[in-house]
C-alpha cells in the first residue's frame, strides 16, 4: 500500500512525539540522584512504571502506525444510521490483550503495595527513636526524646545517626505542610491535630535538603532546611551535650 503526505506525517509525528517523551522522562530519571533504602525502594518502583508504561506505549504507537498503513475503505459497507458493525475485528486479539493487561496490574499492584508498607511500617532497632517534627509558616520544629528543641529557622539542620532507623512522627501547628527529603525520597504531610509517621535509614554522612511539599502560604517557597547525617560516634557526642552544636 502506498502512503498519502497525511498518513506519512502523521506516522512521523507520531514517532518523533514517542522518542521525545521517552527521551524527556529517562533523562529526568538519570538526574534524579537518591540516596538511602527508601530512594532504592521508590526508584526500583519508579523504573518498574515506567519501563511498563514505555512498553505499552511503544506498543500502541506501533499497532496504530500498522492500522494506518493497512487499512483501506475496499470492502466496506456504507454505514447507516442505527445499524450496528458487522466486522469487529479478531476476539483472539481481544483477549490477549487482556490477558496481558490484567497480568501488568496485577504484577504493579503486588510491587506498589508492598512499597507501600515498606514507607508506611517502621524497620526499628534497638537504636532507633523518635524526632517530633511540627510544621509552621515558614519553619519546621525539631523536638528530641531527650528535650532537645530547636528550630529550622536558625538554619540548624536536622541531626540524625548513619545507619539508624529513625522514626519521624509528623504534624501542624498551622495549615497544611509536608515534611520532605528529597534525596531521601521521603514525604510525610503534617496536618493540623493529626500525626502521620515516616521514617528514615540514612546510609551515607552529608547534608541533604529538607523541602516543604505543600503550598502552604506566600513564603511556601523560603521553607526550607537541612537534614545533617552523621557518625554514629559524633551524633552520640551531639545528643548526650544536650545539642551542644
Known amino acids: 500500500m502506498q502512503m498519502d503526505n497525511r498518513t506519512f506525517w502523521m506516522i ?3 514517532i518523533v512525539i514517542l522518542l521525545l517523551s521517552l527521551a524527556s522522562i529517562f533523562n529526568w530519571f538519570q538526574g534524579l540522584g537518591g540516596t538511602g ?5 521508590y526508584d ?18 506501533l499497532y496504530f502506525m500498522w492500522l494506518l498503513m493497512t487499512s483501506t475503505d475496499e470492502g466496506l459497507d456504507e454505514a447507516s444510521l442505527g445499524q450496528a458493525p458487522t466486522d ?14 490484567t497480568l501488568f496490574l496485577l504484577v504493579l499492584s503486588d510491587v506498589t503495595f508492598d512499597s507501600i508498607d515498606f514507607f508506611e511500617d517502621p524497620e526499628t532497632t534497638d537504636e532507633s527513636f523518635t524526632i517530633e517534627i511540627t ?11 531527650n528535650g532537645i528543641h530547636y528550630t529550622s529557622w536558625g538554619s540548624e539542620p536536622l541531626r540524625v545517626p548513619v ?22 525520597r521521603i514525604k510525610v504531610d503534617a496536618l493540623p491535630s493529626r500525626s502521620n509517621t515516616g521514617w528514615i535509614l540514612a546510609e551515607e554522612t552529608g547534608t541533604y535538603p529538607v523541602r516543604c ?32 552544636a
Not at 533504602?37 to 525502594?41: G, I, L, M, P
Not at 529513625?166 to 527529603?181: I, N, Q, R
Not at 513564603?219 to 545528643?239: N, P, Q, R, S
Open 12 to 14: 512521523t509525528g507520531s
Open 37 to 41: 533504602e527508601h530512594a532504592a525502594v
Open 44 to 61: 526500583e518502583l519508579f523504573t518498574l512504571y515506567w519501563t511498563l508504561g514505555s512498553g505499552i506505549g511503544l506498543a500502541v504507537y
Open 88 to 101: 469487529r475485528g479478531d476476539k483472539r486479539v481481544a483477549y490477549a490483550i487482556t490477558v496481558v493487561l
Open 135 to 145: 510544621g509552621y509558616q515558614y519553619y519546621w520544629d525539631y523536638q528530641y526524646p
Open 163 to 184: 545507619d539508624v532507623p529513625v522514626v519521624f512522627e509528623v504534624t501542624s501547628g498551622d495549615v497544611f505542610h509536608s515534611f520532605a527529603l528529597p534525596e531521601h
Open 213 to 244: 511539599f505543600e503550598l502552604c502560604g506566600d513564603e511556601h517557597a523560603i521553607m526550607m532546611g537541612e537534614l545533617e547525617v552523621m557518625e554514629k560516634a559524633d551524633f552520640e557526642a551531639w545528643y548526650s551535650s544536650g545539642g551542644a
